[in-house]
């Protein structure tokens, strides 16, 4: 069996990897609830992003999939099924502040970030980031997880379904349906091709 390390670096040079980032301002570490009284709640951060442009979403699709296979986070059939999950939090990396790639806010007592009023988890590295995307869904909604591992496209209704939007926060978890979800699955099946198909070209 070939390492992932070595299937990775592969990919990397066959797929002319990049990444584009802004710089930002220092964490904000305060405790939810306890909003400092400076300028930094009021600041923005800016974001790692990825241009709004064809060759961004192949770029951003690219990084993400190098990422997954480097940290062996996923196995190589449930990696696009991943990354069009992250491409639809993010719209394919134009938006991902502090590197939280599954637009979290936040629920603990750990850095965070403002945007648009609301705190958001913030991480120090994007491998941190993304690796708690994953584990998030894992550990939270083990049964679509479970589908997505298996290369199932329908995990991604099943989660919806399980309160995913909700954040598993409401009783009942969820407002969606099989039949409410159809929509969004539908949405979600299209945009996996689309991946697939820029990991291709």
Request: proline share 9%; glycine share 10%; aromatic share 12%.
């Amino acid at each position: 069996m070939i390492p992932w390390v070595v299937v990775a670096a592969g990919l990397g040079m066959a797929w002319g990897l990049d990444e584009v980032s802004k710089p930002t301002p220092t964490l904000v570490h305060t405790p939810i609830g306890r909003r400092p009284s400076g300028p930094e709640w009021r600041l923005e951060h800016q974001p790692y992003a990825w241009p709004r442009t064809e060759s961004g979403r192949r770029s951003f699709t690219r990084y993400l999939a190098r990422k997954l296979i480097e940290q062996e986070l996923l196995p190589p059939q449930a990696v696009a099924l991943f990354i069009a999950h992250t491409a639809r939090e993010t719209g394919y990396g134009s938006a991902v502040w502090w590197n939280n790639f599954g637009n979290e806010k936040q629920y603990w007592k750990g850095p965070w970030f403002n945007l648009a009023g609301q705190p958001y988890i913030a991480f120090e590295t994007p491998e941190h980031g993304l690796a708690h995307a994953v584990n998030r869904i894992r550990r939270q909604w083990p049964r679509p997880f479970a589908k997505m591992l298996a290369g199932d496209l329908t995990w991604y209704g099943d989660l919806g379904i399980a309160g995913y939007y909700e954040n598993g926060r409401t009783s009942p978890p969820s407002r969606h349906t099989a039949e409410t979800i159809g929509p969004t699955q539908a949405e979600y099946n299209g945009t996996v091709e689309h991946v697939r198909r820029l990991l291709r070209t």
